[in-house]
């Protein structure tokens, strides 16, 4: 496989993925700043234009963010941040379509049509006269303007997929594109609240062995990866 890479929050929210799951894909660098993905080769292979993507071995393109994450979750499961099962996985479907359509679409729009319109004025079609309206949308359902990706990790009750895009895409697109750091920030919010929502877990499990004991073996499971989530915060 081969990983199409640039700087701006879509590429990110892939890295931080594969960091997440432990996934090492080899990458090459695309300029996005002087149009690298807009003509051949980069074209000849996404004629879309957009970044990232994904090259699989069979040399199928994979141009979309979530589709790409799919897939690297399907093929890598565990640590799951999509879902095990799949009411977990509709779960997280439902709530990543409304953060789209509701966040970070309206608010990736916005900073193209406003502080991004020199760069994207002659790559799509920009309405500066809609920027203020597409921000507006995304603060208000986001809960007000200045709402960072981390505090959104704590607020917003949805899956660990989610969380990652909006600390990927929430605070808009980044000139100077710093993963190292921003996957540091996120990453022990993230573990915290997988801590807390293990906590829950094995409080359920444990309520529920008394009517299915066979449930002794899921509940060690969980105990034990609660350790391991532990020890990573330590």
């Not at 234009?49 to 994450?69: K, R, S, Y």
């Not at 900073?111 to 208000?140: Q, S």
């Not at 809960?143 to 009750?157: C, F, N, P, T």
């Not at 969380?163 to 100077?176: C, D, P």
Request: with cysteine.
């Amino acid at each position: 496989m081969k990983f199409y890479d640039s700087l701006g929050p879509n590429p990110r929210l892939v890295r931080m993925f594969m960091l997440e799951k432990g996934i090492a894909v080899p990458a090459e660098q695309v300029d996005i700043m002087g149009g690298a993905n807009r003509r051949a080769p980069y074209t000849d292979k996404n004629p879309a234009g957009q970044l990232p993507a994904l090259e699989l071995d069979n040399g199928l393109i994979l141009g979309e963010t979530v589709a790409i994450c799919e897939y690297l979750e399907d093929k890598n499961p565990n640590p799951p941040l999509i879902g095990r099962t799949p009411e977990e996985k509709a779960e997280t479907r439902m709530w990543t379509r409304r953060i789209e359509l509701k966040i970070t679409g309206p608010l990736a729009d916005g900073f193209r049509f406003a502080e991004g319109i020199a760069m994207f004025k002659d790559r799509m079609r920009t309405l500066p006269e809609a920027a203020a309206g597409l921000k507006a949308i995304a603060a208000d359902v986001a809960g007000g303007e200045g709402v960072s990706g981390a505090a959104l990790v704590e607020r917003y009750q949805g899956t660990e997929f989610e969380k990652l895009i909006f600390r990927a895409q929430a605070a808009g697109v980044e000139q100077n594109d710093t993963p190292e750091s921003a996957v540091q920030e996120f990453h022990q919010a993230l573990l915290a609240l997988r801590v807390r929502r293990m906590h829950r877990e094995i409080d359920e499990l444990r309520g529920r062995i008394g009517a299915d004991p066979a449930l002794n073996a899921e509940l060690n499971r969980r105990v034990k990866e609660l350790h391991q989530l532990k020890a990573q915060r330590s």
